[in-house]
Each structure stands twice: as C-alpha cells, then as structure tokens.
C-alpha cells in the first residue's frame, strides 16, 4: 500500500505543471496587468489636475479645484464653500461621467 502511494507522490506529470502555469499567466493578464493599468491611469489624472476643473470627489461631493497646494486641493462647492481633499479622493470614473453628462 505505501508503494502506491510513494508512487503517486514522485509522478509528477508534466501537464499539470503546464496547467498550472497557464492559470498563472491567465491570472496576470486578467486581472493584475488592468489593475496595474488602471492605477497609473488614476495617477496621471490626479497629477494632471489644474486650477477650475470640475471634479467630483469618491464622497460624491461635485466641485471645481479652486487652489492646489502639494498632494491637496480646495475644492470649491456650492454658494462658496470651500473644502480641503487630498489628491487621492479625486474619483477619475465619476468625473469623467459627471463631465461627459454636462458637455
């Protein structure tokens, strides 16, 4: 009995291994290589931002960046208030939404 089982153990079949590396790179492809893609995307659009663009904050507050300041922005609401963000609370998908829908 234990020499079945020893063998069933040493036999390594070369197809799993091959399986088995496919699942990892189906695995980069589909989801770690778009998830890379995507924070870079949210990087550049975060640096890009300027004084007077209308953003929209991932609170969902709607505003235009009134003063930059490092990795802060004011952002300018409604009947003149003014709030303090950082950079990274700029949500790329909603304001590129909430533009596409103004324009």
């Known amino acids: 009995m234990y020499s ?18 496919a699942i990892i790179v ?3 492809f589909f989801m770690i290589r778009p998830q890379q893609k995507k924070a870079k995307e949210q990087k550049k659009f975060t640096e890009e931002i300027k ?9 969902g507050a709607h505003g235009i960046v ?6 802060t922005f004011i952002l300018e609401v409604e009947k003149g208030g003014r709030i303090r963000f950082n950079k990274s609370a700029i949500s790329m998908e909603a304001t590129k939404a909430a533009t596409a829908t103004k324009k």
């Open 4 to 21: 079945i089982l020893l063998q069933a153990q040493t036999g390594g079949n070369p197809l799993q291994f091959i399986v088995f590396g």
């Open 26 to 28: 189906i695995f980069y």
């Open 51 to 59: 004084r007077g663009d209308a953003v929209v904050t991932i609170g």
């Open 66 to 71: 009134a003063e930059l300041e490092g990795d």
